[in-house]
């Protein structure tokens, strides 16, 4: 599993019987070796069954435990889920933008629900 | 699952039975480390069951789900597919390229099928 | 598997019903190629059936073998966890980091117990 | 599934006894961040059930695939074999290497049996 | 499977039931992206049912194909094994430490078992 942070949404028409109305989310993976301002946007697109809103962050599990957190570990045509999203994290020598709670995108209209 | 992008395609004789009449694509992984202009074509090969178009974004799962996408979890021997076409994707912080619906290479023939 | 050094633990309401009661740590891969000084944190999240300190370095393990170490290939909606906490590391040409039982952040606070 | 290029073959006396009787290349992927003339050998080890020749271009897939193209999901000890021998690659955007059949290791060596 | 090298050994005592009286070894993958005369310790960590030597160069596999080699696809606590012990590699275009049958590290210590 890994953290990160829901950066997009992503729609399609096409696509496997089994992702039929499943919202599909792009999350970015915390990560420090990222420069600060850098635009942090990474291409995992996974399953969301918690109802994860943009900004936040979340675990991401993948193959059978990712259709696990979907309903079971049926014939699924995709491999990775939003299992969690996150109330807190303590991680003493993470960068600070790994505590904001929500998408701090640099600056003014960073939203802090957590002091 | 990964967001990515077609971007070739590749034929074999000698090969697994079971990838028999697959079509085999390429797709280019969207990732923002990447330079502007640099030559963009990562070799992820899947199976696309779903015939997308050279340049379309596309959404490719690995594994299981990848099988269960070209019609159930039998013994075929790949486990990269396309298991959908992307209509649309909303990720504001991205690199601009990622919401070029279809290949843009740099310059004058991009297309712009969407405003 | 891969050895690395507990740096976090993270908690969540809305979450997979499997993670229910599991803690959650998030575990930092020991790595050579890290600048010395850099903040070393990396999201991999992963369950942890053995009670791991903050600190201490354990061993971590994907897919099933995960499952296996907290009770069972059952349905689990996740796919890391702590199979071992170490107690002695024979590396040589590893960076000196490694071989500390505790976190040593670069400085005074660090403690060793081990000579 | 990546597209690669066989730069190897590798011996065993002891190993797996599902190894036996199996022929072991070391596949180098194809990757556009490498920069021209530099020794392009990554330590891919893959089962070949196909017969490739040193240089050619290869598909590999990992896993459950990898034991189907040796002859079925059985309890093989490997989980990464050739399964599919490239004639043809159009990828536009490519590096020039990618496009030729066998290895071009940066000079007068170089076979070129396609136009 | 990758291409590695032994460099370490892990030991512990809290652990999954499954690792009990399983050999633990750090295998650093050969890779030619590193610098020469850098620390070579990258901590991926493997079961060894082949008494694998301290510089010795194996093979690794993961998952299904890891248990397998460890006496069957069980219910272990592990997915990483050594798979073989290399006797011979040819790889031409390898770097030169590759070729060593034993660990190099960088001077006078090195032992050359082959010519």
Same mark, same amino acid.
């Given at each position: 599993?890994?953290?990160?942070? &829901? &950066?997009?949404?992503?729609? #399609? %028409?096409?696509? $496997?019987?089994?992702?039929?109305?499943?919202?599909?989310?792009?999350?970015? $993976?915390?990560?420090?070796?990222?420069?600060?301002?850098?635009?942090?946007? %990474?291409?995992? &697109?996974? $399953?969301?069954?918690?109802?994860?809103?943009?900004?936040?962050?979340?675990? &991401?599990?993948?193959?059978?435990?990712?259709?696990?957190?979907?309903?079971?570990?049926?014939?699924? #045509?995709?491999?990775?889920?939003?299992?969690?999203?996150?109330?807190?994290?303590? $991680?003493?020598? #993470?960068?600070? +933008?790994? =505590? +904001?709670?929500?998408? =701090?995108?640099?600056?003014?209209? #960073?939203?802090?629900?957590?002091?």
């Amino acid at each position: 599993m890994f953290l990160g942070r &829901v &950066v997009g949404e992503v729609w #399609a %028409t096409r696509k $496997a019987d089994d992702l039929a109305g499943k919202r599909l989310l792009v999350v970015q $993976a915390l990560d420090e070796r990222r420069e600060p301002g850098a635009p942090k946007v %990474t291409p995992v &697109v996974c $399953a969301d069954p918690l109802g994860a809103a943009y900004g936040q962050r979340v675990i &991401v599990a993948f193959g059978k435990a990712a259709r696990v957190a979907c309903g079971g570990d049926g014939d699924y #045509a995709f491999e990775a889920a939003i299992v969690a999203i996150v109330d807190d994290l303590d $991680a003493p020598l #993470a960068p600070p +933008e790994w =505590n +904001e709670p929500s998408l =701090n995108d640099g600056g003014a209209d #960073a939203r802090r629900e957590r002091g």
